[in-house]
């Protein structure tokens, strides 16, 4: 096969090329050869097999997703997941500042100083003495934790080309479902250590849970690569790659996303933040996030507070909670595989939000005189569809944004709007309600139809951009596009030349 050949297969087969040349195939071979002289790991002559490729994907997936795991196995759960003002106004506040700094820093470095320094924060609390000090501790708690899923997720783009995001970030979330699945449990029994050291027991659960998270961050510090082709060194010893599964690994991914030739722009631009922060194509995707998670606090929150409303006691509640944390990864990974399978993403996404959607509607329509154990089930698959649609956004995202840097903040802006929710989400059901709570349950089932509609509008819209860009360069000849490629001051997705993918 020749090399012509070899890169239009490429294009026609999954939309590599970030960037899909809509121009003739000398024009796309000729910019990406100019582009990957910026990095000198990438190869244009290199081919490899499929099984080559399976078998980089498999070290990646062991050797760094399966530790990014374990770190967010040990984020602060209860104010991820119920949040209190204090803690997500202070996150979403330093959410783009602490993406501007991984870029300069190093994803590597600077995800391990967070944890630790959330850790310490959390572990702090048990000298709290006074409301003034609890709020200043989840102050600092939510400041450290900013950046970090962000930074995980533009981390996991160095080693994963677009069609493999979904699932790698169903992955790493589904390490949360894990945490709350078995977190309730464990709190039951560390609060009944109380009197030990004469510590309460609340005391001795944030310290627990901080110190633990200040370890993990201090072995990440050695375990966590800078890239594919810096495995070498420290606990990782003589390193995860060959010379030549390093040369792969770049290869493919600059072949599929342009913007990741240059590794040598370490800095976020102002350019880039306003960008992002003004681009039509993002927006749809941030009020996804927004109106999509906003029913999750509320139900996957209060869910546990519901069954103790409904006659079970503290720990029967906590174990009943586990198979809704449980579906929610089975379901979660099933539409992430197949998004990433099919190279789809809004129907994927509309599809999961509309189960989630019924599932809602039946726990509102369920009749006032039912079992404790028919709601109970129907608690649990609305539990099941909480976030099964949040990996395949969040891909979304990071695949139609470019460049490296406009990226970083897009995602932190997503993943802003996903933690702003907790706010309202908390009020949404009232005390009044208790314990059926139809009123919110119907506001939460409104919200979901307003995502599953964004879902539709953001495939169209994009589908129309890139109809149009078709459009005003479909008769441009090879030197027409070389003359675009020295005069023109679009970058990245503004790109004449960038297929958005849907």
Same mark, same amino acid.
């Given at each position: ?78 104010? &991820? ?26 994803? =590597? ?37 900013? @950046? ?36 309730? &449990? ?71 996303? =342009? ?51 409904? @006659? ?35 129907? =994927? ?10 599932? &809602? ?15 109970? &089930? ?20 990071? @695949? ?82 070389? =003359? ?19």
């Amino acid at each position: 096969m020749s090399e012509k050949e070899e890169i239009k297969g490429d294009i026609e087969r999954n939309g590599s090329f970030t960037s899909t040349l809509s121009g003739p195939i000398d024009a796309a071979d000729e910019r990406l050869r100019e582009l990957a002289k910026h990095n000198p790991y990438y190869d244009h002559e290199l081919t490899w097999t499929a099984e080559e490729e399976k078998e980089l994907l498999r070290i990646f997936d062991l050797k760094i997703l399966s530790w990014i795991g374990v770190m967010y196995l040990h984020i602060d759960l209860n104010t &991820v997941t119920l949040g209190t003002a204090v803690f997500v106004i202070f996150f979403s506040a330093f959410e783009i500042p602490s993406n501007m700094i991984i870029r300069r820093v190093g994803p =590597h470095r600077w995800i391990p100083f967070l944890m630790c320094l959330w850790g310490l924060a959390t572990a702090s609390q048990v000298w709290l003495k006074d409301r003034a000090s609890f709020l200043i501790c989840r102050a600092f708690v939510g400041m450290f934790e900013a @950046g970090y899923i962000p930074g995980i997720a533009v981390y996991l783009t160095t080693y994963y080309k677009r069609e493999e995001m979904a699932l790698r970030m169903s992955i790493f979330w589904s390490t949360l479902f894990i945490a709350s699945s078995v977190a309730g &449990v464990l709190s039951y029994f560390i609060l009944h250590m109380r009197g030990i050291a004469g510590l309460a027991g609340w005391k001795w659960l944030f310290l627990i849970d901080g110190l633990v998270t200040a370890l993990i961050g201090v072995l990440s510090f050695f375990i966590l690569p800078e890239g594919p082709t810096a495995t070498k060194g420290y606990l990782r010893f003589s390193g995860y790659l060959t010379e030549r599964q390093e040369f792969i690994a770049v290869t493919r991914l600059i072949r599929d996303d =342009h913007s990741k030739a240059d590794s040598s722009r370490r800095v976020v631009l102002k350019e880039d933040v306003r960008r992002a922060l003004l681009s039509p194509r993002v927006w749809p995707n941030i009020l996804i996030g927004f109106f999509g998670l906003f029913p999750s606090t509320p139900i996957s929150g209060f869910a546990p507070l519901i069954l103790k409303m409904l @006659g079970f006691d503290a720990l029967t509640t906590n174990l009943l909670a586990i198979p809704g944390y449980m579906l929610s990864l089975v379901v979660m990974s099933i539409v992430s595989y197949s998004s990433d399978r099919y190279n789809e993403r809004a129907f =994927h996404g509309a599809a999961a939000t509309l189960y989630y959607a019924a599932c &809602v509607a039946g726990l509102a329509l369920l009749p006032a005189d039912a079992s404790k154990y028919s709601l109970y &089930v129907c608690l649990i698959f609305a539990m099941g569809g909480s976030t099964c649609w949040h990996p395949v956004n969040a891909a979304w995202i990071s @695949g139609n944004t470019a460049p490296v840097g406009k990226r970083t903040i897009a995602l932190a802006m997503y993943i802003m709007s996903v933690n702003l929710t907790a706010i309202p989400g908390a009020n949404v059901f009232r005390s009044k309600d208790a314990p059926r709570f139809i009123s919110g349950m119907w506001i939460c089932f409104g919200s979901l139809i307003i995502t599953t509609l964004l879902f539709i509008f953001q495939r169209y819209h994009l589908k129309y951009i890139n109809t149009k860009r078709a459009r005003i360069t479909k008769d441009w000849t090879t030197e027409d596009w070389r =003359h675009y490629n020295e005069t023109t001051k679009d970058v990245g997705d503004d790109r004449l030349d960038f297929v958005y993918s849907y």
